[in-house]
């Protein structure tokens, strides 16, 4: 049975020719910005799309500014801290390491609420503007030792923020914002601390921005056949999203015939 152009743009997914344009156009940027594009970069997680409904940014074109919650990272390290471990440390050495991550996202597109049980992190914005939605007082652990501060709050949401459709409910804890520019402070995100940003859908650039962070645990299907460094980590997910569908989308892209 053939399947029909309408049925086919229906379905959920992107098309392969669509997907390396994406993110080859983004690897493009992301050179000129200096930041050293390796070809392990670019594989089929490079480009991440937050569950089936979120296909749709494709269809309507990512420079069009509506709400959806798709992104590019390219991800240049991912070192794990486990070599000269003192005895006895290895429970706490997946709260280490060093990650460098770029980060693009087109106007309007958003990197929706999450937080990280282990990992902190910094941004710094080398083009175009963040806008970074965020919970001051952080999310409880089950097995919290330390005292931890909450982060400086930030200020009112500006008026006329608009949200991905179906996923407005996850942005209600998310009090605080900031808008961060270029040549602005790194901003730091602690762990346990709910957070998502987007690029302003009135931007006329992408927004490209360099996270460096504690080592990054993601099992997504690019890094299914990955090493690890102790075999207890190869199913944690430091990420929660707060959506359930951007959860699993984030672990694989699917591509239409």
């Not at 501060?149 to 923020?161: H, K, L, N, T, Y």
Request: some cysteine.
């Amino acid at each position: 049975m053939n399947i029909t152009d309408t049925a086919l743009d229906a379905a959920p997914g992107i098309s392969r020719r669509d997907y390396t344009e994406w993110v080859r156009g983004a690897a493009a940027l992301a050179e000129a910005l200096r930041y050293s594009i390796q070809p392990s970069m670019i594989n089929d997680g490079t480009g991440i799309v937050f569950g089936d409904s979120q296909y749709e940014a494709f269809r309507r074109g990512l420079w069009s500014p509506e709400a959806y919650e798709v992104m590019v990272i390219f991800e240049a390290l991912n070192e794990p801290a486990v070599d000269g471990l003192p005895r006895g440390a290895e429970p706490f050495a997946e709260y280490g390491g060093l990650c460098d991550k770029l980060m693009i996202l087109h106007p309007g597109k958003y990197c929706p609420p999450h937080f990280h049980p282990r990992k902190t992190e910094s941004y710094e914005v080398l083009m175009g503007s963040m806008e970074v939605f965020y919970g001051p007082d952080g999310v409880p652990g089950p097995d919290e030792r330390l005292q931890v501060s909450p982060m400086p709050r930030g200020s009112e949401w500006p008026a006329g923020v608009e949200l991905p459709k179906g996923r407005e409910a996850t942005y209600s804890s998310l009090t605080s914002f900031i808008r961060l520019e270029v040549g602005d402070p790194k901003f730091v995100m602690h762990r346990n601390h709910l957070h998502a940003f987007r690029c302003p859908p009135d931007s006329a650039t992408p927004l490209v921005v360099r996270e460096i962070s504690t080592y990054s645990h993601e099992p997504t299907e690019a890094a299914r056949d990955k090493e690890f460094p102790l075999d207890s980590w190869r199913t944690i997910n430091d990420n929660v999203f707060l959506s359930d569908e951007a959860n699993t989308g984030r672990l694989r892209t699917e591509f239409r015939p």
